[in-house]
């Protein structure tokens, strides 16, 4: 006997459905972009499967997404004949919150409190299965997994509980059905039982989706039910009504940009990305001659939230004529690019190339190559042609971009041109190292910077007092990567990158230094207390010595200039080393 059991949903995951039941996001429309969004990567994933196991018991002969709606009965079935889920699956996939993304956005919005602010939180992250409850008061999934003979039915009314039953037959692939709200009478836009209303939806949000999404058009079915129910003639019963392609199917890297809209593209990064807001960047290119590719990449605007976990997904996937292979192709940019979001499609590659195989390849490391060249030279581009997006560029990826400067030494250079750095020179601008050197005082020989936790801990460091006093500009470098790549990079232009916490920092032609014979005089008077100090903390120092670096505290730390600075120490501390 099959039994219907019924569960409570994971507390974030009633938290977010709360709020798609008492929605107050206004464009309610992208709900369907959700659900047609998931169904793509269904009959990708079961493509895919199908090619690497040919003795997988599904059929991969017509795949297709298929919308439906009933007006009487209030009803939209988004329907795919895909890969499909599992008992077990639909529990963890549908009925709890696995995606981290979603988790975040959950937390943020038990922070953000009010409407507005969850409205805006609706717009960042996206939710998915569950934006259809803004539209329906419940919603029915069933599904059978591709090879597998049970279905599975999951239902909800998205209040806390939802249910789920076995089923024995169920089409291959998933068909979710939503029962629509009462509609708002003078809302005709939003009547999405309306079949114009889900022809301008599909193709506002879903036009490049490579799979036929296809809808009855309603006069065409009704007509075939007159027929079925009037007639006794066998052959015009059995004549099905056709279905409509809604969508163009046309992959969007593969058309010039002429042809194609900035929305289109914008859309297409959604698909991709998961993230509801527009990309900052859209980077195209279209490589030809002996290894043919088109790559057509995205710059977000805002940084992931996991973007240094291990195991952060990346976001390029790779195609092969217009066949999808798959995701997070780690092969095709380095790992300090790893926020760019996109697709590859080669022509060249065989169907069942693995991951091993693509980081050995020849050729992908000569498309990873120009790829970084590409996404580098956006950057510069946007530097010049727009500095507000190359602001917020920065402050959202400079952090894992300066990755490279230490791992890519090839684009060493390419990449200093682009980085910025928060400097004593301005408190709100940063700058670059060119405009850095072009204030260097005369005789000034060297890049002074600092690191530190925070601007604040470092303006407020000994350290810097002498070289406020003569008025030379330092860098103030916050971030932990900053502590490895200055010294891997070490100058810039022919002048050394120096901290000004270690060694001696000579600014004898930069300022008034003591002449030799007063310091001397200094250091045979101080001799006794330098050496009483010495003794004493003979534990914790090398050296006592005098210092013309300060001007207002008494004394500082000092390290040698081969010293890890005490950041370093502590994180490789951290690291147990
Ligand atoms: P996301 O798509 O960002 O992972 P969703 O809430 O849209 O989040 O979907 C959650 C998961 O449920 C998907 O990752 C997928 O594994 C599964 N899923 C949803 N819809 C389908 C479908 N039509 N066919 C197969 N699996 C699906
Ligand atoms: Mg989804």
Redesign the pocket.
Known sequence: IMSTETFEFQVEARQLLQLMIHSVYSNKDVFLR??V???S??LD?LRLAALRDDTLDADVSDLHIDIETDTEARTLTVR?N????SYD?VGR??GTI??S??AKFVEELREAQDEAGAEGLIGQF?????SGFMVADEMTLL?RRAGEGHGTRWSSRGEGTYTLERVDDAPQ??T?TLHLKPADSDDQLHDYTSEWTIREIVKRYSDFITWPIRMVPKAAASGADDTADGSDSPDEAAAAPEPETLNSMKALWARSREEVSDDEYHELYKHIS?DWREPLETVRLQAEGTFEYQALLFVPSHAPHDLYNQGYQRGVQLYVKRVFIMDDCEALLPPYLRFVKGVVDAADLSLNVSREILQQDRHIRMMQRRLTKKVVSTVKDMMTAAPERYATFWREFGAVLKEGLLSDSDNRDALLAVSSFATTHSQEEPTTLKSYVERMKDGQEAVYYLTGESRQSIENSPHMEAFRAKGIEVLLLTDPVDEVWVDAVGEFEGKPLRSVAKGEVDLGGEGDEKADGEREKQDEEYAALLGWMKEHLDEDVKEVRLSSRLTVSPACIVSDAHDLTPALENMYRAMGQ
């Open positions: 959700e659900l969004s998931n169904a990567d269904a994933k795919d895909g890969i499909g889920m699956e996939l549908i696995a995606n993304g979603t996206g939710v998915g299965f569950y599904t692939g998933t979710v998961h």
